[in-house]
Every structure is written in C-alpha cells, then in structure tokens.
C-alpha cells in the first residue's frame, strides 16, 4: 500500500535545498567587487553553494528511488519515467532560454542530470536494493573522481557550458560539464540509499563521519597551505569539477541533515510546517527563479557590495517562503509538480497522487 501522509519533515529538507539553490544562483548574478574570500559572509555563502547542489541531487535520489521501488513491477513504470525525464529536460533548455547570461540553450545541468540518473534508477534498484551495496556502488562512483578523466579542472566557465557537437555534449553531460553524470551521480545513488532504509535516522554516526571529514579536509588545507574549499581551482575542496574530498564531504553532509531532520521532525515541526511548502514547490520554485535572475541580471545594480548583495540574495531566498505558503493555501494544484502527477499517472487515486508529489 502507498503511504498517503505527507512527511512535513522530508519538505522541510527540500525546502532548505531549493532555499540554497537560490541563494547561490543569485550571489552568482549579484555578485560583490573586490571581495576578499576569507571574509565571514563569503565564507558562508561559499558553504551554502557548495551543500545546495549536493542536498538537492540526493533528495531527488530519495523521491525517484522511493517510487520506482514501488512502480518496479508495474506497467505504469515506463510511463511514469518517461514523463519524469521528459519534463526534466524540457525545463532545462527553459532555464537555459532564461538566463542566456550563464548557459547556452543546449547546455546540460542539474535536471539534465537528474533526468539521465531517473533512466538509471530501475537499473541501481534492482541490481543494488540492499543499502550497503548502494552505498559502496555511491563511494566507486565518487572515486571515478581520482582516474584520469578529463574533468576540465582548469577550464573557464564558458568552456565548461559550451560543446561545439554531440561527442562534446555527451561529454559534458557525462564527465565534464557543470553537473556530469561522473561524480554527481554519486550523490543521487546515496539517496537511493535513504530511500532503501526507510524514515529512520542515525544521527549519531552521520554527525561523527560529517565532522571527521570536516576536520580532515581543513586539516590538509592547513598542512599544505592551500585553500579550503574553492568553486574552482587550486583548492581541497572544488565544486567544477566536483573532486574527490568534495563528493565526500558534501555527500557525508546531505546525510547529515537528512538524519537531523528526522531527528527533529517532532521537536521542529512547527518550523518544518514553516517552511515545508517550498518543499512542495521545489521543481517550480526552482525553475521560476531563474526568470527572476534574468531579471536581476538585466536591470538590476551592475556594482555591489558585499553587504548589499548579501541583502539581495537573503531577500531573493526567503521571499519565496510567504510565497510558497500563499500558493498552498490559494492554488496549491497549479504547479509544475501536480503537472507531473496528471501526465504520469493515468489512473491516479488519492494515494498516488500524495505519494507522486511527495517525490
């Protein structure tokens, strides 16, 4: 039977992951001149940055490993992920149309590749159902990481969006682009492995491997006096590419807060219900605020400073909690997710339905 209750409490951590999706996004567009990166506020915006996509990409792991585990001997299955992967792709040539500043329209990113990681999800489901399978299947994907691939690690941001044919698109979708399948795939596989234990949490020993590679990876950045944590470039920790101690790092931290939020989900559930309607809204949420970053980008203050671009990402980010709670009390079926639902699902009862949003 298909479990019917809404988690407020797995919104919540969705919420959170599109909240800083936002933010990164918009520090990248209203970003400061001059700033140095040891500053207190760069050093938590980097932070945020670099836990957004991670979280992001191991929820959705979550959401599709959870439904094709129930859909696997269904005839609706082929359906369901194919209306999944077909929208994720089309709201990626969107965004990409959206804000022609960052990306080509062609280029492949974040749904793109969770696109190409639902096409997989059938395959890890029942070739890796058991939890520490998946875990160390998460772990070989990370270490690809370390082999000889060309992940561009000193290439600019145009080159790494740009591909001039189809052997360099796939190669940017694969290995080298901005969100390749090698190693991010790693992260969507890791939900999968939450969705195979169930709502359960050990905070304890996530909070122990968290902190251990928290203290480890500055730790080696003190020992070789080179930067922590850098988007790109000489650093231990680099989001492109997405090396090796990052995937670690940031795949211990996504871990961490999902087991928190289980942890708390009594003792913050009136937080949670704060904020759990973004949750509900992360695919829309997600895609409608990049038409506000083109916005931003053509008309917004061309010099910033740090303080003021701070104050436009922190109101860019929460404004979309009231909005989020309005849109639930007002329309809450016109969205991008119950547009999901009624495409996928062809005879779909209550059950499904509530099940179907909530992934």
Not at 181 to 204: C, E, R, T, V
Request: proline residues 5%; aromatic residues 10%; contains cysteine.
């Amino acid at each position: 039977m298909l479990e019917t209750k809404r988690q407020t409490h797995i919104d919540a951590v969705k919420a959170i992951a599109i909240l800083f999706m936002v933010q990164v996004h918009t520090t990248a567009i209203a970003s400061p001149e001059g700033v140095s990166l040891s500053h207190p506020l760069a050093i938590l915006s980097a932070v945020i940055g670099g836990m957004a996509a991670p979280l992001f990409v191991t929820l959705s792991g979550w959401g599709v490993h959870s439904a094709v585990r129930r859909r696997l001997s269904s005839p609706n299955l082929v359906r369901w992920l194919l209306t999944r992967i077909s929208l994720l792709v089309a709201m990626q040539v969107v965004i990409n149309i959206l804000l022609p500043q960052r990306f080509y329209w062609y280029t492949p990113g974040v749904l793109s590749l969770l696109a190409l990681c639902t096409l997989l999800a059938p395959i890890s489901v029942k070739f890796l159902n058991n939890r520490h399978y998946l875990l160390t299947f998460s772990l070989i994907v990370a270490l690809s990481t370390l082999l000889s691939i060309d992940s561009g690690s000193s290439w600019s941001w145009d080159q790494r969006v740009l591909s001039s044919g189809p052997l360099e698109w796939f190669s940017r979708l694969l290995m080298n682009g901005t969100y390749p399948l090698l190693p991010w795939w790693a992260f969507f596989l890791a939900g999968g492995a939450l969705s195979g234990i169930g709502h359960n949490g050990n905070l304890p020993r996530s909070s122990v491997v968290a902190v251990a590679l928290l203290l480890v990876t500055l730790g080696m950045a003190m020992v070789s006096e080179t930067q922590w944590a850098l988007p790109n470039g000489d650093a231990i920790l680099t989001f492109f590419p997405a090396n090796f101690w990052f995937v670690l790092t940031a795949g211990a931290w996504s871990h961490l807060v999902w087991h928190s939020a289980f942890s708390l989900r009594h003792k913050a559930s009136k937080l949670f219900a704060l904020i759990a309607p973004v949750g509900k809204l992360s695919l829309s949420i997600y895609v409608i605020h990049f038409a506000i970053l083109r916005l931003l980008a053509e008309w917004g203050p061309k010099s910033l400073t740090i303080s003021e671009s701070f104050a436009i990402t922190v109101l860019h980010s929460v404004i979309w909690i009231p909005l989020a709670i309005l849109h639930q009390k007002r329309i809450p079926h016109l969205s991008l997710e119950r547009l999901l639902v009624l495409i996928s699902t062809p005879e779909h009862s209550k059950d499904e339905t509530a099940s179907s949003e909530q992934e």
